[in-house]
């Protein structure tokens, strides 16, 4: 069963830091504001926990050798690290201007992706840095996608904010 915590864990940690990543970059690039992004994070931090903690359930369910509670171990521990760690990102945009609550939770996000890896690489007895780069470079394809995304829609479709 620990080992189907730590998988739900490791799943919503990241899955929440590159979705909400991704959401508010794009959401700042095409719109510019404050409440946008904060409903950007609130709908990830809700409706993505809850469709991640669906989808890990089931593809848990599909593996025989998954006990009932391990099953939902993984659900659960899906459902809150993704909750908990997306919340995490509405911290600067409350606090800071929008464009410096985007650089603050780009460097908080990366550096959650990092520990993670980090500690990915050590229980298996790789190459942190390989790991490390791995899922950071994946992370930063994302915020440029979906900074470039955010600047087409606006320049496609404006944006009444």
């Given at each position: 069963?620990?080992?189907?915590?730590?998988?739900?864990?490791?799943?919503?940690?990241?899955?929440?830091?590159i979705?909400?990543?991704?959401?508010?970059?794009?959401?700042?690039?095409?719109?510019?504001?404050?409440?946008?992004?904060?409903?950007?994070?609130?709908?990830?931090?809700?409706?993505?926990?809850?469709?991640?903690?669906?989808?890990?359930?089931?593809?848990?369910?599909?593996?025989?050798?998954?006990s009932?509670?391990?099953?939902?171990?993984?659900?659960?521990?899906?459902?809150?690290?993704?909750?908990?760690?997306?919340?995490?990102?509405?911290?600067?945009?409350?606090?800071?201007?929008?464009?410096?609550?985007?650089?603050?939770?780009?460097?908080?996000?990366?550096?959650?992706l990092?520990?993670?890896?980090?500690?990915?690489?050590?229980?298996?007895?790789?190459?942190?840095?390989?790991?490390?780069?791995?899922?950071?470079?994946?992370?930063?394809?994302?915020?440029?996608?979906?900074?470039?995304?955010?600047?087409?829609?606006?320049?496609?479709?404006?944006?009444?904010?």
């Amino acid at each position: 069963m620990k080992t189907s915590a730590i998988k739900g864990f490791c799943f919503g940690l990241t899955s929440g830091t590159i979705t909400t990543l991704g959401m508010i970059v794009g959401l700042n690039s095409g719109t510019g504001s404050r409440a946008v992004v904060l409903g950007g994070i609130l709908s990830i931090a809700i409706a993505d926990s809850f469709s991640d903690a669906l989808g890990i359930h089931v593809s848990e369910e599909s593996d025989r050798n998954k006990s009932h509670r391990e099953v939902w171990a993984s659900t659960f521990s899906t459902f809150f690290s993704k909750l908990i760690f997306a919340s995490t990102f509405m911290i600067p945009v409350l606090i800071f201007d929008l464009s410096q609550a985007i650089i603050i939770s780009i460097a908080w996000g990366l550096i959650i992706l990092g520990i993670l890896s980090y500690g990915i690489a050590r229980s298996q007895k790789t190459n942190p840095l390989m790991v490390i780069g791995e899922h950071i470079s994946i992370a930063i394809l994302v915020i440029i996608l979906t900074h470039y995304t955010g600047h087409f829609i606006y320049n496609t479709f404006g944006f009444e904010g």
